[in-house]
C-alpha cells in the first residue's frame, strides 16, 4: 500500500493510459528496477528517523546515486539480460538511458551504457538479493521478488488501462447514442408506427401526468424517452464501476492473499476517480448552449440540461466515493496526518466538496426563486471544481500519466461555448430595445437592425449591477414595423418574464406584428413579447428605451413540411413560438390560443392573417376537446404546444392516448417550452 500514499513526479505523457502513454514499458525492465531500487547502496544516504519513542535508520537514494553505482548498474543489467529476452536492445538502452536514475525531465545519465554495463560482467553472479539487506555487488534478483513485482506493476497498468477505455466509453457513447437516435428519424417509417412508437415509449411522463409541471415543486418528471437515456446512464455508470477488476499474487504491492481485498478496493477508488473526470465532460457539454449535439441531433436544450443535472449527480457521487475510500486506506495505513497536509490532498477536497455543494443549491425550488443567483454560483463553484480536480492531478502525478486530459476536455467544451456566446454578442454589438406596453398584462420589446430567429438571451446592462444576466425570449418577428401603440410610461409593473423558447426554427418571415396603412417601410429587427411579472419586466416597464445586448440566434424548428395540417396550441406569449411555424407551414395551419387579455390578441391580429384562428380570453380551452376533433380527420397532423406548464402537459397526456388507443391516427409532437 505504500505506493498508493507516495506523491510521484515526472516526465510529461502524451494522451492517456493505454493510449499515447505506457506506465512500465518493458515490463520486465520496470520489474528488475522495480526489486533493486529498494535496497540501500554504498552511495545511499543515511538518516535517523523517529518512530513513537524508538528511532530507526532509513536511506534515501538520489537519481546521481543509482547512475553512479555500479553494484546496481551491474545487477540491474544482468537481471534485464536474463528476462528482458523478447525486447530488443534498442529498446533496452532506450529504457537505460531514460529511467536508471528515475522518471524525471532533468537527471543525471548511468554512467555506461546497458551494453557496456553488461559487457563488464566478467561472471555471472550466484548470490541473490535478499530484502532489508544492502545492494554491494552484483546480485541475482530472485524469481519470487521478480514475479511479485511483474505482478504488481503489470496488472496496476491493466486497471489504469482499462479505468481509461472505460472513461472513453462514457464519453463517446454518451455523446454517439443522441446522434444515433436523432439520426432515426430519416428512415422513412410509417408515420402510424412512429405515432404508436412515441405514444408509448417516447413521448408520455415516465409516470403520472406531469413533465413541465413540477411535482411538489421540487423535480421534473422525465418523459419516457428522456427515462431510457438516464436509465443507460445510471447503468453504464454502475457497469463501468463494478466491471473488469482482478487480483493476482504473489503481488509485491499486496504481498498476502489478504491484501487481495485492499488491492481491489485502490483500482476500485482509482476507477471512480477516472470515471467522475470522465463525466465532467459530458456534464459541461449538455449544459452548455452551444452544445454541438444540439446541433447534431433533434434533442432540444431542455432534455440536455436535464440529462446535465443526471450526469451531475452521478459524478458528484463518484468523487465522493474516490475522497471517502481513499480516506479510510489513508487512515488504515497510518498515513493520514502527513498525506493531508499535501497539496493534491487539499486540492482534491476542494473540488469534491464544491461539487457536494452544487447538488442542493441546483435543486429546482432555488434555480426557480434565485435564478441569476444561481447562475453565478454555479459558474463559480464549477470554476473551483476544474480548478481543484486539475491541481490535484498537477499536485500527485504531475503530468506523467494524462488523467489531467480529463479536465482540459472538459475545459475545452466550457470555453468553446463561451466563446461562441461572446461571438454572437460580439456579432451583434450594443443595441437600443424600444419597450412598448400593449397592456396591463404584456409589453413588446424591438430590437433594430439585429437578425435572427428562433429565440435570443437579451441582457439589459444598465438595469442591474449583474451586466452578465441574461434571459431567453422567443423571437415573434425579425421585422419591425412602426406601431401606432402608444410606447409604456413609467409605472410599476407586476411578476417578472414568461420564459419561452427551446427550440424555434430558421424560418425567416416576412411580416410584422402590425401593418397599417400609414405605416413607413418596414426594418429588419427581432420583436419580442414578454409578459409582466416580478423581475425583469417590472423593470422594463420603467422604460422606454435603453441598450441592450443580444445573444442570437438559437434553436432551429423541426421540418414539419411533411405534415399537410398543423395545429398550434398557445398559451399568452407562448404565441411567439408558434408564429414561424405557422408562417413556414405549406398546407393548413391552425391556431387555438388562449390569454389573459384582449390587448395581445389585438396586437398580433395582423400576423396572424390567413392562419385560421380560435382564440379563448380569460377562460379555459378544452384541450381534450380541442384535439379529439382535429386528430379524428386521419390526416397527418403535426401538434405544437407552448405555453404554461400545466396546458404543455395536458396537450402530451392526450395526444399520447389518442396514438395508444385510436387506430391509424398519424400525429407528431413539438414542444416548445423554456426548462429550468
Same mark, same amino acid.
Given at each position: 500500500?505504500?505506493?498508493?500514499?507516495?506523491?510521484?513526479?515526472?516526465?510529461?505523457?502524451?494522451?492517456?493510459?493505454?493510449?499515447?502513454?505506457?506506465?512500465?514499458?518493458?515490463?520486465?525492465?520496470?520489474?528488475?528496477?522495480?526489486?533493486?531500487?529498494?535496497?540501500?547502496?554504498?552511495?545511499?544516504?543515511?538518516?535517523?528517523?523517529?518512530?513513537?519513542?524508538?528511532? @530507526?535508520?532509513?536511506?534515501?537514494?538520489?537519481?546521481?546515486?543509482?547512475?553512479?553505482?555500479?553494484?546496481?548498474?551491474?545487477?540491474?543489467?544482468?537481471?534485464?539480460?536474463?528476462?528482458?529476452?523478447?525486447?530488443?536492445?534498442?529498446?533496452?538502452?532506450?529504457?537505460?538511458?531514460?529511467?536508471?536514475?528515475?522518471?524525471?525531465?532533468?537527471?543525471?545519465?548511468?554512467?555506461?551504457?546497458?551494453?557496456?554495463?553488461?559487457?563488464?560482467?566478467?561472471?555471472?553472479?550466484?548470490?541473490?538479493?535478499?530484502?532489508? @539487506?544492502?545492494?554491494?555487488?552484483?546480485?541475482?534478483?530472485?524469481?519470487?521478488?521478480?514475479?511479485?513485482?511483474?505482478?504488481?506493476?503489470?496488472?496496476? @497498468?491493466?486497471?489504469?488501462?482499462?479505468?481509461?477505455?472505460?472513461?472513453?466509453?462514457?464519453?463517446?457513447?454518451?455523446?454517439?447514442?443522441?446522434?444515433?437516435?436523432?439520426?432515426?428519424?430519416?428512415?422513412? %417509417?410509417?408515420?402510424?408506427?412512429?405515432?404508436? %412508437? !412515441?405514444?408509448?415509449?417516447?413521448?408520455?411522463?415516465?409516470?403520472?401526468?406531469?413533465?413541465?409541471?413540477?411535482?411538489?415543486?421540487?423535480?421534473? &418528471?422525465?418523459?419516457?424517452?428522456?427515462?431510457?437515456?438516464?436509465?443507460?446512464?445510471?447503468?453504464?455508470?454502475?457497469?463501468?464501476?463494478?466491471?473488469?477488476?482482478?487480483?493476482?499474487?504473489?503481488?509485491?504491492?499486496?504481498?498476502?492473499?489478504?491484501?487481495?481485498?485492499?488491492?481491489?478496493?485502490?483500482?476500485?477508488?482509482?476507477?471512480?476517480?477516472?470515471?467522475?473526470?470522465?463525466?465532467?465532460?459530458?456534464?459541461?457539454?449538455?449544459?452548455?448552449? !452551444?452544445?454541438?449535439?444540439?446541433?447534431?441531433?433533434?434533442?432540444?436544450?431542455?432534455?440536455?440540461?436535464?440529462?446535465?443535472?443526471?450526469?451531475?449527480?452521478?459524478?458528484?457521487?463518484?468523487?465522493?466515493?474516490?475522497?471517502?475510500?481513499?480516506?479510510?486506506? $489513508?487512515?488504515? !495505513?497510518?498515513?493520514?496526518?502527513?498525506?493531508?497536509?499535501?497539496?493534491?490532498?487539499?486540492?482534491?477536497? &476542494?473540488?469534491?466538496?464544491?461539487?457536494?455543494?452544487?447538488?442542493?443549491?441546483?435543486?429546482?425550488?432555488?434555480?426557480?426563486?434565485? $435564478?441569476?443567483? %444561481?447562475?453565478?454560483?454555479?459558474?463559480?463553484?464549477?470554476?473551483?471544481?476544474? #480548478?481543484?480536480?486539475?491541481?490535484?492531478? *498537477?499536485?500527485?502525478?504531475?503530468?506523467?500519466?494524462?488523467?489531467?486530459?480529463?479536465? $482540459?476536455?472538459?475545459?475545452?467544451?466550457?470555453?468553446?461555448?463561451?466563446?461562441?456566446?461572446?461571438?454572437?454578442?460580439?456579432?451583434?454589438?450594443?443595441?437600443?430595445?424600444?419597450?412598448?406596453?400593449?397592456?396591463?398584462?404584456?409589453?413588446?420589446?424591438?430590437?433594430?437592425?439585429?437578425?435572427?430567429?428562433?429565440?435570443?438571451?437579451?441582457?439589459?446592462?444598465?438595469?442591474?449591477?449583474?451586466?452578465?444576466?441574461?434571459?431567453?425570449?422567443?423571437?415573434?418577428?425579425?421585422?419591425?414595423?412602426?406601431?401606432?401603440?402608444?410606447?409604456?410610461?413609467?409605472?410599476?409593473?407586476?411578476?417578472?418574464? @414568461?420564459?419561452?423558447?427551446?427550440?424555434?426554427?430558421?424560418?425567416?418571415?416576412?411580416?410584422?406584428?402590425?401593418?397599417?396603412?400609414?405605416?413607413?417601410? #418596414?426594418?429588419?429587427?427581432?420583436?419580442?413579447?414578454?409578459?409582466?411579472?416580478?423581475?425583469?419586466?417590472?423593470?422594463?416597464?420603467?422604460?422606454?428605451?435603453?441598450?441592450? *445586448?443580444?445573444?442570437? #440566434?438559437?434553436?432551429?424548428?423541426?421540418?414539419?413540411?411533411?405534415?399537410?395540417?398543423?395545429?398550434?396550441?398557445?398559451?399568452?406569449?407562448?404565441?411567439?413560438?408558434?408564429?414561424? $411555424?405557422?408562417?413556414?407551414?405549406?398546407?393548413?395551419?391552425?391556431?387555438?390560443?388562449?390569454?389573459?387579455?384582449?390587448?395581445?390578441?389585438?396586437?398580433?391580429?395582423?400576423?396572424?392573417?390567413?392562419?385560421?384562428?380560435?382564440?379563448?380570453?380569460?377562460?379555459?380551452?378544452?384541450?381534450?376537446?380541442?384535439?379529439?376533433?382535429?386528430?379524428?380527420?386521419?390526416?397527418?397532423?403535426?401538434?405544437?404546444?407552448?405555453?404554461?406548464?400545466?396546458?404543455?402537459?395536458?396537450?402530451?397526456? &392526450?395526444?399520447?392516448?389518442?396514438?395508444?388507443?385510436?387506430?391509424?391516427?398519424?400525429?407528431?409532437?413539438?414542444?416548445?417550452?423554456?426548462?429550468?
Amino acid at each position: 500500500m505504500l505506493v498508493l500514499s507516495m506523491v510521484s513526479s515526472g516526465r510529461d505523457g502524451h494522451g492517456l493510459v493505454g493510449y499515447g502513454i505506457s506506465m512500465y514499458k518493458p515490463l520486465c525492465a520496470y520489474t528488475c528496477r522495480d526489486v533493486l531500487s529498494g535496497s540501500t547502496l554504498d552511495c545511499s544516504e543515511h538518516m535517523h528517523m523517529s518512530h513513537g519513542m524508538d528511532m @530507526e535508520m532509513e536511506s534515501s537514494t538520489s537519481p546521481e546515486c543509482f547512475a553512479t553505482d555500479d553494484a546496481f548498474l551491474s545487477s540491474l543489467a544482468y537481471c534485464m539480460s536474463t528476462h528482458c529476452h523478447n525486447v530488443a536492445v534498442g529498446e533496452l538502452e532506450k529504457y537505460w538511458t531514460m529511467n536508471v536514475a528515475g522518471r524525471a525531465l532533468d537527471q543525471p545519465l548511468p554512467k555506461a551504457t546497458y551494453q557496456q554495463t553488461l559487457a563488464n560482467i566478467t561472471s555471472a553472479p550466484k548470490a541473490s538479493l535478499i530484502k532489508s @539487506e544492502d545492494l554491494n555487488r552484483t546480485l541475482i534478483v530472485s524469481e519470487e521478488d521478480y514475479q511479485s513485482s511483474f505482478n504488481a506493476q503489470g496488472l496496476f @497498468e491493466k486497471m489504469e488501462r482499462r479505468h481509461e477505455t472505460y472513461g472513453i466509453v462514457l464519453v463517446v457513447s454518451g455523446s454517439a447514442i443522441p446522434i444515433a437516435f436523432s439520426l432515426l428519424r430519416l428512415i422513412p %417509417f410509417p408515420t402510424s408506427y412512429v405515432t404508436r %412508437f !412515441n405514444a408509448w415509449i417516447v413521448d408520455p411522463p415516465a409516470f403520472g401526468s406531469r413533465h413541465k409541471t413540477p411535482v411538489a415543486g421540487l423535480f421534473h &418528471v422525465p418523459t419516457r424517452g428522456q427515462a431510457l437515456f438516464i436509465f443507460y446512464l445510471v447503468a453504464i455508470n454502475i457497469i463501468l464501476s463494478a466491471a473488469g477488476f482482478s487480483s493476482v499474487q504473489p503481488n509485491s504491492w499486496y504481498p498476502s492473499a489478504a491484501g487481495s481485498d485492499g488491492e481491489i478496493v485502490s483500482y476500485l477508488t482509482n476507477r471512480f476517480g477516472v470515471l467522475s473526470f470522465a463525466n465532467l465532460v459530458l456534464l459541461f457539454l449538455y449544459a452548455g448552449r !452551444n452544445n454541438v449535439l444540439l446541433w447534431l441531433t433533434n434533442w432540444s436544450h431542455g432534455t440536455f440540461l436535464l440529462m446535465h443535472r443526471w450526469v451531475a449527480w452521478i459524478a458528484t457521487l463518484q468523487a465522493v466515493l474516490h475522497s471517502a475510500i481513499y480516506l479510510q486506506i $489513508y487512515l488504515h !495505513n497510518g498515513t493520514h496526518a502527513s498525506e493531508s497536509k499535501l497539496p493534491y490532498w487539499i486540492w482534491g477536497i &476542494v473540488a469534491t466538496l464544491c461539487m457536494s455543494i452544487l447538488l442542493p443549491s441546483s435543486i429546482l425550488p432555488v434555480r426557480a426563486r434565485m $435564478y441569476e443567483l %444561481f447562475l453565478a454560483w454555479h459558474a463559480l463553484l464549477s470554476i473551483f471544481v476544474l #480548478a481543484g480536480c486539475y491541481w490535484h492531478i *498537477l499536485a500527485r502525478f504531475s503530468r506523467q500519466w494524462g488523467y489531467e486530459n480529463w479536465i $482540459y476536455a472538459a475545459i475545452a467544451v466550457w470555453a468553446f461555448d463561451r466563446a461562441m456566446r461572446l461571438l454572437r454578442l460580439a456579432r451583434n454589438g450594443i443595441k437600443t430595445a424600444q419597450v412598448t406596453m400593449i397592456d396591463d398584462d404584456y409589453i413588446r420589446v424591438n430590437i433594430e437592425d439585429v437578425s435572427g430567429s428562433g429565440h435570443a438571451y437579451l441582457y439589459f446592462p444598465t438595469l442591474t449591477w449583474r451586466v452578465w444576466e441574461n434571459h431567453p425570449f422567443s423571437v415573434a418577428s425579425t421585422v419591425l414595423a412602426p406601431s401606432n401603440t402608444r410606447p409604456s410610461k413609467p409605472r410599476d409593473g407586476g411578476p417578472d418574464e @414568461e420564459k419561452l423558447g427551446s427550440s424555434t426554427d430558421g424560418s425567416s418571415d416576412s411580416g410584422s406584428l402590425e401593418r397599417r396603412h400609414h405605416q413607413t417601410s #418596414a426594418k429588419i429587427g427581432l420583436t419580442f413579447l414578454l409578459r409582466t411579472r416580478s423581475g425583469l419586466t417590472k423593470q422594463l416597464r420603467q422604460h422606454v428605451t435603453l441598450p441592450v *445586448l443580444v445573444e442570437s #440566434a438559437y434553436g432551429p424548428h423541426e421540418d414539419l413540411s411533411g405534415y399537410p395540417v398543423l395545429v398550434c396550441i398557445a398559451g399568452g406569449v407562448g404565441i411567439t413560438a408558434c408564429l414561424p $411555424y405557422l408562417r413556414a407551414h405549406p398546407g393548413v395551419a391552425k391556431l387555438f390560443w388562449g390569454a389573459r387579455g384582449q390587448g395581445i390578441i389585438d396586437a398580433m391580429a395582423p400576423a396572424l392573417r390567413g392562419v385560421e384562428v380560435e382564440t379563448y380570453v380569460g377562460g379555459r380551452m378544452s384541450i381534450p376537446e380541442v384535439l379529439h376533433k382535429e386528430l379524428g380527420q386521419g390526416v397527418k397532423t403535426a401538434v405544437l404546444v407552448s405555453g404554461p406548464s400545466e396546458m404543455a402537459d395536458e396537450v402530451r397526456c &392526450v395526444i399520447s392516448a389518442l396514438g395508444r388507443q385510436k387506430e391509424g391516427i398519424e400525429v407528431k409532437l413539438v414542444e416548445e417550452a423554456f426548462s429550468w
